[in-house]
């Protein structure tokens, strides 16, 4: 028998599917919500699926899990609300209502169940990791009445196959296709509640966080494009700010191609706006002061990819010229006019990841000097007047870096300047591998303070700073 096939009998017979179950199920959890009672109680206690819905076992954060079916329905609605139910409990502990929600939704090969006893930390081991860090930069920056924190972890099949990582690469074109589904109606519905819950009012404080992941980044691109409100599209005026309903939007190594964020990109151009800290004043900030924290403009969405990445900067483009992604997203219109780099083909713009093109990137993360002592604050080169936030790696590896926005770059001639084609509150980046080393490396402690860095400033862990505000450029 030819080897090779031995050995894909053998990867099959090892391996295997992983079967289409949910795993949480939704019954009665009355201390997530002591000293009330749980508003949603499910059914009875039963040991299939195995875990509960919500987790409430930290002090820093509470998680709910809501769990998606292949055609991107719920397994049972009961998960969302409970989750939902959660959020508007969560409020009532402070006298301003302000709650901080990250939205998670994992990528390729992960789902909603947790590490076995004793075994290597699975995705939603590491989703708890960040909400603990957000949980305790809250109750550092308001020790008396620390924000409190909700996870909302968003799952689906992401892990279909079982067996040796190469056997389980088979399924990248299922889980792809199938994340396109995942991300419809159902989930742009339950996004759109649980920001609603958190943000009540014009004048609610609270944050609302929604990151994706790998092809969770997929599925999130496409629920926002169906119908996820992320602010008042339609500022009235420059002098008249709305405040934004989601503080950022976050894709991580995203495994999905350009279409989307090129038409996101577009969009912005077309409708310009700028996102400002909350309490920006133009009176108080001239230009010469952008980089001052009130001051300066920040993103509404980030997408960071790893330079090392091989999944979404090797695999994806082969993957997606063996079987084009032809329905996932619409071609938006190329761009014309002159820019700091080629305008990629339309066949180059459905392989490839945003992260990965240099036309659409945004900013550039680069390396500077550390400060003597690690707990010190990382800050800006004084001589880089594009610099808008720096960080330290914290783990192994001990290096800083500083983002700054990409440069003008002069014209073969060299007579003209010409900009980068993405200047928009949209911020594309791509990090080195001491910052998030891999495809699955998104939760570690490095990102997590790159993170961090990125939203401190806005006062988004402080219990009485307000939301960001949105104007027309």
Known sequence: MNRALLALLVAVSAGGCVARTPFRYVTAQNTCFEPATDPVPGGPLRRSPPFPSLDCRSR????AFVEFKEDGTPFDPDEARKAVALIANEKRRLANGKVITLVY??????NAGPAAPGG?????????????ELGNRARQA???????VVGVYVAWRGKSLRGPGWFTWLSYWSRRNTGNRIGGAALAALLNDVITTTVATGDDPSRVLLVGHSFGARVLEHAIENGVQLYDPAPRSAATPVRPRVDLVLYVNAATDARLSLGRVLALQTHPIVVRHPDYDPAKCPASDARDAICREYPLLVAITSRGDSATKYVQPIANSINLDKGGATMPPLPSGSFADPIPSAGRLNRSAPGHLRFMQSHDVAEAACTREPADPVTCDPGDARCVFAFRTRGASDACFQVSRRPDAATAAGAIAVAPFNRTPFWIMDVDKRVIADHGDIWNLSTLNMLGELMAPRGFFDADKARMQIQAR
């Open 142 to 148: 308001s020790p008396q009445n620390p924000v409190p």
């Open 120 to 132: 290597k930390a699975q995705d939603v081991e590491r989703f708890a990791l960040a909400l603990a």
């Open 105 to 110: 939704v994992h990528g390729w090969k992960n």
């Open 60 to 63: 820093f954060y509470k998680t």
